[in-house]
């Protein structure tokens, strides 16, 4: 028997089909031998084909270019084979420690492992997906018998409570019947449930919708509002609510009209008093009567807070239960509509009415015209400014005995009330002042009645629009869980892998998003934004805020008149921090309080309307006023206190001794009677201090003292009224804070405040107006005394200049040989100085006997700018005086001491902490400063120490002396010689 031989296996098709054979070594040597033996084959036949293409070629062309035949030739059969070499890496396979042999095994490993494992998965996953698909038919399944046994549930239940006609039962069954059925397993749940069930359904809704309509509108007709809160939640459940907003709303406008209802009823009759117990029926039937008269007398905002008060409650009370009830159907904003409706029809009536039963328009027009004439009379050029100048002033400048003596209180009482009927007309034209306060506070009282209400009506109008939203989003969101639910099942009913179902969801959500943005919230006009009721309130706010402007004219006009008789309890203290000193015994009068409390009455009276329109009218006004006529009568005033203060014409001592109008004033009015009160010390005696006709010398000076306390006092007002108007603006900014709303409309009402600012700073503008005029009354004197003090002009003293304000009589003048200022001193001369009162001091002495009583009566702010005011006058003519003389190095001494006395001087006599250094002073007073660098530089001992002295306090900021000054004054010094001075500062200057 022979042996089988083996057939060679066959080669691969190609390389990659090699890596996957048991043996790769031997496929790829099989398909190399492959490769061979079709190269040859290919060989061959190309050999084959060019043979035939030659005997072709000669068979049509036997002889060649020569004409000789063509030799033939015979082809034959080449077996000759052209190997193709394989590449060295194929050769070196063979190999088993060769890395390809390696990767090539692992690589058919992993492929034989995959295969498998894709299969077996292939074939699980196809049963998986067969069992899921069973497993969400039969739990569908599961899921329609279970709705179907709740809707048989449910209609039992429903048929059960509507036998014993428990409609609330009945209602809730039928709702939850109802839901289930729209859903989208409706269809095939009432298939499960079956037919006899759903028309058992039908038949209990329609019943249970028949017997809540009948119930819930006889409750309507009978008003029983305890029924009508049980049915009105049922409403809602059986998709009754048009019909429920349309019958609440006929019961609510029976129940608004019956609330609203003005009419007088009549006093019960005995049989019809209520029996209470511990009440007799006399005392039931007072009580009866009594109210019966008072609602006869009803007032006009009693009437509205009737109105108002009848539709707040009605809407606090039923608003909550009909939005939850009646919601869906807008039931919330048909009550709110009827409410504001009822509400509006009767009161802009009834204020309609009151405008013209009052003649509101006539009167307003008539206060116009009056607050016209009582600007013109309190404005620059008027009648009130002048026309009691002159008893102003005497009056100021004779105060100070006992008022409550004799006829001088009653002569000022007399004249007082006699300027009182001059007001303008406003007594006749409008009426008297308390009845005038008294119907604004009515009118505000009918604003702020109306403005409570509006408030609470928008209030309640954006609360029902939120709730309206709140719905729309809840619905529109309930579709979109709803929508969702549904595509996802429709995803898991499908056998489609989704690689990311998550996003999928997501698109198909942003969609939906955008279908629901098209299906937007209908439009609702609940309330317009302007109805009659504000058109109405805003007219008889216009006419409140003229009146109210026209009373506020009118009060200060009479604190005006007032003004001009003062008393005793026209003036009152300064509150200061301390007894003594700058501003201890200063004074104000009652005019800033009076016209301040009428405008922060007036203001506040119209923010506590609420209404915005007419707070900013009132604001403005109050601005106006305070800003223009109190504004020009004080600055008047403060002119008239600065004239009364002039020396020598006044009550400060001029140069030959008391004021000479006070002497007059004194020794024409004593003992008669008249104006001053001097006629009232006449007629209280001796005791008073008056002998005779003639006062004594300490009667006089303390009614001069107190005569400048009072002319001062109006000059203190300027200030008072400034810091009282700042504090004013704060308190009026505080109330809009806490009375109103944040908007457009609050935030113009606090600018119309902040114009306050303004009015302060013309107050403050005034008052140092104030004090430059009363500083150009002092500065004269000033001068003199200055120019007595120096030596220079011929100064001469009296007697009387030497005690304050002298005696009643004037004094004859004496001559007084005077310490003169005198700097060219030798070392005897230097030590008389050191040892006697120089005329620096002398020059103090005799102004503070002047400025103490102006120091203690003015205010310490005004106190402190007069003081430096008038020391910045001596200054100027210290250094004129200055400039004329000759120093030593011990006059430079002498002058350094000096003005060292002088700027202690003006410390002493400062209030203000921050003016009591040398730096702060100066820099205040550049006069005063001035001489405080003459001093130093002509106390420098070498002048080479000028340049670093000028140099050092120019660095600083100290220095205003100029280069021409600089020479100047050192060439004054008599040891500096005056070419070197000018060489010294050309140099400087180069």
């Given at each position: 028997m022979s042996p089988i031989v083996s057939s060679p296996p066959s080669p691969p098709p190609d390389l990659v089909s090699a890596l996957d054979c048991e043996d790769p070594n031997e496929a790829l040597t099989a398909l190399s031998r492959s490769s061979q033996q079709t190269a040859a084959q290919l060989a061959q036949e190309l050999s084959g084909l060019l043979h035939l293409s030659s005997s072709a070629n000669s068979t049509k062309h036997p002889k060649n270019v020569s004409g000789t035949p063509r030799r033939s030739s015979t082809t034959k059969k080449n077996d000759t084979k052209y190997p193709i070499p394989l590449p060295k890496h194929l050769k070196e396979t063979s190999k088993s420690s060769h890395p390809l042999t390696s990767a090539a095994l692992a690589s058919e490993s992993i492929l034989n492992s995959l295969t498998k494992i894709a299969t077996g998965g292939s074939s699980a996953s196809q049963e998986m997906k067969s069992l899921e698909s069973e497993r969400r038919k039969i739990d569908q399944e599961v899921e329609y018998i279970s709705l179907a046994l709740r809707v048989r549930d449910g209609v039992e239940k429903a048929a059960s409570a509507m036998n014993g006609r428990r409609y609330a039962d009945a209602a809730s069954n039928v709702r939850d019947v109802n839901a289930i059925l729209k859903t989208p397993q409706g269809s095939k749940v009432m298939e499960i449930a079956g037919e006899s069930v759903i028309k058992t359904h039908q038949r209990t809704e329609e019943v249970l919708k028949r017997g809540i309509s009948v119930a819930y509108e006889s409750a309507v007709q009978h008003s029983d509002l305890a029924s009508l809160s049980e049915l009105t939640p049922l409403l809602g459940m059986v998709d009754?609510?048009?019909?429920?907003?349309?019958?609440?709303?006929?019961?609510?406008?029976?129940?608004?009209?019956?609330?609203?209802?003005?009419?007088?009823?009549?006093?019960?009759?005995?049989?019809?008093?209520?029996?209470?117990?511990?009440?007799?029926?006399?005392?039931?039937?007072?009580?009866?009567?009594?109210?019966?008269?008072?609602?006869?007398?009803?007032?006009?905002?009693?009437?509205?807070?009737?109105?108002?008060?009848?539709?707040?409650?009605?809407?606090?009370?039923?608003?909550?239960?009909?939005?939850?009830?009646?919601?869906?159907?807008?039931?919330?904003?048909?009550?709110?509509?009827?409410?504001?409706?009822?509400?509006?029809?009767?009161?802009?009536?009834?204020?309609?009415?009151?405008?013209?039963?009052?003649?509101?328009?006539?009167?307003?027009?008539?206060?116009?015209?009056?607050?016209?004439?009582?600007?013109?009379?309190?404005?620059?050029?008027?009648?009130?400014?002048?026309?009691?100048?002159?008893?102003?002033?005497?009056?100021?400048?004779?105060?100070?005995?006992?008022?409550?003596?004799?006829?001088?209180?009653?002569?000022?009482?007399?004249?007082?009330?006699?300027?009182?009927?001059?007001?303008?007309?406003?007594?006749?034209?409008?009426?008297?002042?308390?009845?005038?306060?008294?119907?604004?506070?009515?009118?505000?009282?009918?604003?702020?009645?109306?403005?409570?209400?509006?408030?609470?009506?928008?209030?309640?109008?954006?609360?029902?629009?939120?709730?309206?939203?709140?719905?729309?989003?809840?619905?529109?969101?309930?579709?979109?869980?709803?929508?969702?639910?549904?595509?996802?099942?429709?995803?898991?009913?499908?056998?489609?892998?989704?690689?990311?179902?998550?996003?999928?969801?997501?698109?198909?959500?942003?969609?939906?998003?955008?279908?629901?943005?098209?299906?937007?919230?209908?439009?609702?006009?609940?309330?317009?934004?302007?109805?009659?009721?504000?058109?109405?309130?805003?007219?008889?706010?216009?006419y409140y805020s003229s009146l109210e402007r026209c009373l506020l004219l009118a009060g200060m006009q009479r604190a005006f008149i007032s003004s001009h008789f003062p008393d005793d309890k026209t003036f009152t203290a300064v509150s200061t921090n301390s007894s003594y000193g700058a501003g201890s015994k200063a004074l104000q009068t009652t005019l800033v309080e009076e016209c301040l409390y009428a405008a922060r009455r007036s203001t506040l009276r119209a923010f506590a309307t609420g209404h915005t329109g007419t707070a900013s009218a009132a604001a403005n006004a109050c601005v106006d006023v305070l800003g223009r006529i109190l504004l020009e009568v004080l600055s008047h005033r403060a002119e008239i206190g600065?004239?009364?203060?002039?020396?020598?014409?006044?009550?400060?001592?001029?140069?030959?001794?008391?004021?000479?109008?006070?002497?007059?004033?004194?020794?024409?009015?004593?003992?008669?009677?008249?104006?001053?009160?001097?006629?009232?010390?006449?007629?209280?005696?001796?005791?008073?201090?008056?002998?005779?006709?003639?006062?004594?010398?300490?009667?006089?000076?303390?009614?001069?003292?107190?005569?400048?306390?009072?002319?001062?006092?109006?000059?203190?007002?300027?200030?008072?009224?400034?810091?009282?108007?700042?504090?004013?603006?704060?308190?009026?900014?505080?109330?809009?804070?806490?009375?109103?709303?944040?908007?457009?409309?609050?935030?113009?009402?606090?600018?119309?405040?902040?114009?306050?600012?303004?009015?302060?700073?013309?107050?403050?503008?005034?008052?140092?107006?104030?004090?430059?005029?009363?500083?150009?009354?002092?500065?004269?004197?000033?001068?003199?005394?200055?120019?007595?003090?120096?030596?220079?002009?011929?100064?001469?003293t009296t007697t009387a200049a030497s005690n304050f304000l002298g005696s009643p009589v004037l004094s004859v003048p004496t001559t007084a040989a005077s310490t003169c200022l005198n700097y060219d001193l030798d070392d005897k001369a230097f030590e008389l100085t050191q040892i006697s009162e120089g005329y620096m001091g002398h020059m103090c002495s005799e102004l503070d006997e002047?400025?103490?009583?102006?120091?203690?009566?003015?205010?310490?702010?005004?106190?402190?700018?007069?003081?430096?005011?008038?020391?910045?006058?001596?200054?100027?003519?210290?250094?004129?005086?200055?400039?004329?003389?000759?120093?030593?190095?011990?006059?430079?001494?002498?002058?350094?001491?000096?003005?060292?006395?002088?700027?202690?001087?003006?410390?002493?006599?400062?209030?203000?902490?921050?003016?009591?250094?040398?730096?702060?002073?100066?820099?205040?007073?550049?006069?005063?400063?001035?001489?405080?660098?003459?001093?130093?530089?002509?106390?420098?001992?070498?002048?080479?120490?000028?340049?670093?002295?000028?140099?050092?306090?120019?660095?600083?900021?100290?220095?205003?002396?100029?280069?021409?000054?600089?020479?100047?004054?050192?060439?004054?010094?008599?040891?500096?010689?005056?070419?070197?001075?000018n060489d010294l500062l050309e140099v400087d200057e180069s």
């Open positions: 009754m609510a048009d019909l429920g907003v349309r019958l609440y709303l006929k019961y609510s406008k029976t129940q608004l009209e019956k609330e609203m209802n003005l009419d007088v009823r009549p006093a019960p009759l005995e049989e019809e008093l209520k029996v209470e117990e511990g009440m007799s029926r006399a005392a039931m039937r007072r009580r009866a009567e009594e109210e019966a008269r008072r609602q006869q007398n009803q007032t006009t905002p009693q009437k509205l807070a009737k109105i108002y008060n009848a539709g707040v409650t009605y809407l606090r009370h039923h608003l909550p239960m009909v939005a939850y009830s009646l919601g869906e159907a807008d039931g919330d904003a048909a009550l709110v509509q009827l409410v504001n409706v009822e509400v509006e029809s009767r009161v802009v009536d009834l204020l309609r009415a009151s405008v013209a039963e009052k003649e509101l328009a006539l009167t307003v027009r008539r206060a116009d015209h009056v607050a016209a004439k009582i600007e013109e009379r309190y404005t620059t050029g008027g009648e009130g400014l002048g026309a009691e100048d002159s008893a102003l002033g005497n009056i100021l400048m004779g105060l100070g005995a006992d008022t409550t003596l004799g006829s001088v209180s009653v002569d000022i009482s007399k004249k007082r009330l006699a300027s009182l009927k001059n007001d303008c007309g406003f007594a006749l034209e409008v009426g008297n002042l308390g009845d005038v306060d008294a119907a604004l506070e009515e009118w505000a009282l009918m604003l702020q009645h109306t403005e409570s209400y509006e408030r609470f009506l928008r209030h309640a109008v954006d609360e029902v629009t939120k709730a309206r939203k709140l719905r729309f989003q809840q619905k529109r969101e309930a579709k979109r869980h709803m929508k969702e639910a549904e595509e996802a099942k429709k995803h898991d009913a499908d056998e489609t892998i989704i690689a990311s179902p998550r996003k999928s969801l997501s698109g198909s959500g942003s969609r939906d998003n955008i279908q629901e943005d098209n299906d937007s919230l209908p439009a609702l006009e609940i309330m317009p934004a302007h109805t009659q009721l504000n058109e109405i309130a805003a007219e008889i706010g216009g600065s004239s009364l203060l002039k020396p020598g014409e006044g009550l400060v001592a001029g140069q030959h001794g008391l004021g000479q109008a006070a002497l007059s004033f004194a020794k024409s009015t004593a003992g008669k009677g008249f104006r001053g009160v001097q006629g009232a010390a006449a007629l209280a005696g001796a005791s008073k201090g008056i002998v005779g006709d003639e006062e004594t010398e300490e009667a006089l000076k303390t009614r001069t003292m107190l005569g400048c306390a009072r002319a001062c006092a109006n000059l203190n007002d300027l200030e008072i009224v400034a810091d009282y108007t700042k504090k004013l603006e704060d308190h009026f900014l505080k109330e809009i804070d806490a009375g109103y709303p944040r908007g457009h409309e609050t935030e113009q009402l606090r600018m119309c405040i902040k114009g306050l600012d303004v009015v302060v700073d013309s107050f403050m503008q005034a008052s140092k107006r104030s004090i430059e005029h009363l500083l150009s009354t002092l500065l004269p004197r000033v001068r003199q005394i200055v120019n007595d003090a120096v030596g220079h002009e011929g100064g001469t002047i400025l103490q009583p102006l120091r203690i009566n003015l205010v310490p702010k005004l106190s402190d700018e007069l003081m430096i005011g008038i020391i910045g006058g001596m200054s100027k003519r210290i250094e004129a005086a200055i400039r004329k003389s000759k120093f030593t190095p011990l006059g430079a001494i002498s002058l350094d001491s000096d003005i060292r006395y002088l700027m202690n001087f003006a410390k002493d006599n400062i209030d203000s902490t921050e003016l009591k250094s040398n730096v702060s002073l100066c820099k205040s007073c550049p006069a005063l400063g001035r001489l405080n660098q003459i001093a130093l530089l002509l106390n420098v001992d070498d002048l080479e120490d000028a340049l670093d002295l000028i140099s050092v306090n120019k660095r600083k900021g100290n220095w205003d002396l100029k280069i021409d000054d600089a020479k100047t004054l050192l060439s004054m010094r008599v040891d500096f010689e005056g070419s070197k001075v």
